[in-house]
């Protein structure tokens, strides 16, 4: 069989009953293959087994098969192939097992699989339609370039999308996402050009780069979820799009072409850069394109279960950068850090670094802050709430002239 003549030939393979694997690229490259007959014992296909058989139209297994896996790039690149109907015994499919099959039209998937790894469909332009079994994992660039598929529905059980899964499908016209679905990945639909409109899950929490880049026939988004963080990059190319609803936004219209999203995003509250960047001292870069809703930010708890503004007060953050937190979350003011026991003042006041301005501000926004401390600087009141609200008990202060220090600050308003 390793004669490159022979290999020409053979039109057709029929293994026999003795065999139970097929190694690695076996028939790479045949040209003249066009019928394959996988007997019953066999257990494994290898890498590339039938990889670039360009007149391979076949493939059948004999029932009832003990076959439970596929390798990686089975048949790619096998132009010829029509349609294939995988065993229901397969658990396992590697990547880009029919990236390239430029003729398929139809595939039947294992029940069984849990993912469809990267490439899988790549190129794949004659592919109409699939039915995805219950999976929960959509490798990259899985569909990419299947310009005839139309529409897909993707399985409850999905969680996640790798990048660019559907990227140059241009004859998508309709999607139907999943309630579990948390984020999109960058280019999910790039230049799906027939796509019209799409409702996003209430899950989706981030949209991230080029999502619907290029979409040019997309007019309408509906986003049902509450977007933390969003890409002004999401849409780019979008050049019909005129409507976006989400909770964030209201119904707005805008003009992609002219940049409104980035107005948009600041008008609902979001802000350029990851909050996080200067909340723990890091770098943000100047040219970022992801906008984060600072509202829900400052509302959402981070190491140690902390507030954000509780983390800034114990890391001394100047006032000019805590006075954003703040004002997005102004309960938090009345809050008593979980994991020490001290309200915010008292965080702002510990060690070296502490900002004096920031210390003011906070016992001016609540100076029954200060009777608070002198109350369990008495043994009156001891409690404190944990992480989830719940009451602890705490020891009485020893700084019994802690709270008189900054009650003077405040009468004296030396900041005023």
Sequence with gaps: ???????????????????VSIDDCAFENWTSLKRITVPRKITTLGDGVFSECPSLTSITFTLPTKISSLGHEVFINCSSL??????????????????????????TLPLMITSLGDRF?????????????????????????CSSLISITVPSTVTSFGYGVFQGCSSLRSVTLPLTITSLEAGLFWDCSAL??????????????????????LTTVNIRGNITSISSRAFEGCSRLTIIKAPSFSTTTFDEDRGELKELLVEAGYSKGNPDDFLHDQPTQQDCHMYYDRKAWARTNGEYYCLPLCTAAARSLKWEDMRHIFAANMPAIYKVDWLTGLPLFMLA?????????????????????????EKRSHGVDKSVQDRNGMTLRSQPSKDKHSYQFYQELLE?????
């Design 1 to 19: 069989m390793g004669n490159a003549a022979y290999r020409i030939r053979l039109a057709k393979v029929q293994g026999n009953d003795k065999v």
């Design 82 to 107: 029509t349609s294939v109907a995988l065993p229901s015994t397969i658990t396992v499919l590697g990547d880009s097992v029919f990236q390239g099959c430029t003729s398929l039209t139809s595939v």
């Design 121 to 145: 469909f790549y190129n794949c332009s004659s592919l109409s339609s699939v039915a995805l079994p219950q999976i929960t994992t959509v490798g990259d660039s899985c569909f990419y370039g």
């Design 196 to 217: 019209k409109s799409i409702t996003l899950p209430p899950n989706i929490n981030t949209i991230d780069s080029h999502i619907f880049c290029r979409c040019v026939s």
């Design 349 to 373: 006041a510990v060690g070296p670094c502490s900002d004096m301005e920031s210390i003011y501000n906070l016992l001016k926004q609540y100076p029954l802050a200060i009777g608070t401390m």
């Design 412 to 416: 004296n308003d030396m900041y005023g």
